[in-house]
């Protein structure tokens, strides 16, 4: 059996609808998501919860800039393929929180 698929910002838009995708063509989906307060977490969570009773998907709650948990999450899943799709969003909140962004979309 190959090696789930990583996709990082799993509740987000996009993460979401290609986890789903990915699913549909019969992957097995390991999925990353910080649910931060960017925008509302009741939103993230329903989205999550459409994977609810799907085996061949698992979530983790991770901040994709923590390199030792990601480094730990491939090595211990044996990660071969990422769709790497979490970022901090937004142009406004950037100038507010410029280092949200660096950690987020730099380190991540």
Do not use: C, W
């Not at 910080?34 to 709650?61: C, H, M, Q």
């Amino acid at each position: 059996m190959p090696a789930p698929i990583l996709v990082t910002g799993a509740a987000g838009f996009i993460g979401h609808a290609v986890a789903h995708r990915l699913l549909a063509r019969g992957e097995r989906v390991i999925g990353v998501d910080i649910v931060n307060d960017y925008y509302d977490p009741a939103l993230k969570e329903a989205r999550l919860a459409t994977f609810s009773g799907i085996n061949s998907f698992a979530f983790e709650r991770i901040d994709i800039a923590d390199a030792a948990q990601m480094a730990a999450l491939v090595r211990d899943n044996n990660i071969v393929r990422v769709v790497h799709l979490a970022a901090q969003a937004g142009v406004r909140y950037s100038i507010e929180n410029p280092f949200a962004y660096e950690r987020s979309n730099l380190a991540g």
